[in-house]
T-cell receptor
Framework: QQQVKQSPQSLIVQKGGISIINCAYE??????FPWYQQFPGKGPALLIA?????SEKKEGRFTISFNKSAKQFSLHIMDSQPGDSATYFC????????????FGQGTTLQVKP | ETGVTQSPTHLIKTRGQQVTLRCSSQ?????VSWYQQALGQGPQFIFQ???????GRGNFPPRFSGLQFPNYSSELNVNALELDDSALYLC???????????FGQGTRLTVV
């Protein structure tokens, strides 16, 4: 019940295209859903996060869509750029304890010029 | 820059040895969490410390232990190292009342 499942495992997108990564969770007690970006040799960096009281949140080219009934959420990267090439992780936790994050397996994104 | 610094960046140890990894956080970051990230996997929660006391633990054996100090630094200790302990170890700290956790760059541990 603690799992967060992420797909696809890898993704190749042309420059200017839309990258879409999906996640599904099981624990209905989770109410904080962040997305992290990780470059090789670096720690994860928070991109954007959402709580279940909204169905969508947008920050610049990054949008999270959230479907509470399906227990799914997704990251959309609009106008993907080569600099977006990295590994992306979704995560989930209780908002009362966001230090205990349950991460998905990760998606390696490659944006081709 | 996240203000979270880990040391060393790389480390090679022999099976059966003990290792101590260190994390230095910003002032006011009272909560620190440690994660293990195996190659090609997402980070897995090891444990969390708040005001120098452990207040949450993941599915890791007791040979994984930690300490948090009043100066906002912390340690992860691993005894009796096994080959499967080879991973990137991440610490993440968070100020009280904040949601976002800030990750360090990690320590790459290789056990041979």
């Amino acid at each position: 019940q603690q799992q967060v499942k992420q797909s696809p495992q890898s993704l190749i997108v042309q420059k200017g295209g839309i990258s879409i990564i999906n996640c599904a969770y099981e624990n209905t007690a989770f109410d904080y859903f962040p997305w992290y970006q990780q470059f090789p040799g670096k720690g994860p960096a928070l991109l954007i996060a959402i709580r279940p009281d909204v169905s969508e949140k947008k920050e610049g080219r990054f949008t999270i869509s959230f479907n509470k009934s399906a227990k799914q959420f997704s990251l959309h990267i609009m106008d993907s750029q080569p600099g977006d090439s990295a590994t992306y992780f979704c995560a989930a936790s209780r908002s009362s304890n966001t230090g205990k994050l349950i991460f998905g397996q990760g998606t390696t994104l490659q944006v081709k010029p | 820059e996240t203000g979270v610094t880990q040391s060393p960046t790389h480390l090679i140890k022999t099976r059966g040895q003990q290792v101590t990894l260190r994390c230095s956080s910003q002032s006011g970051h009272n909560t620190v969490s440690w994660y293990q990230q195996a190659l090609g996997q997402g980070p897995q929660f090891i444990f969390q410390y708040y005001r120098e006391e452990e207040n949450g633990r993941g599915n890791f054996p007791p040979r994984f232990s930690g300490l948090q100090f009043p100066n906002y630094s912390s340690e992860l200790n691993v005894n009796a190292l096994e080959l499967d302990d080879s991973a990137l170890y991440l610490c993440a700290s968070r100020p009280t009342g904040f949601t976002e956790a800030f990750f360090g760059q990690g320590t790459r541990l290789t056990v041979v």
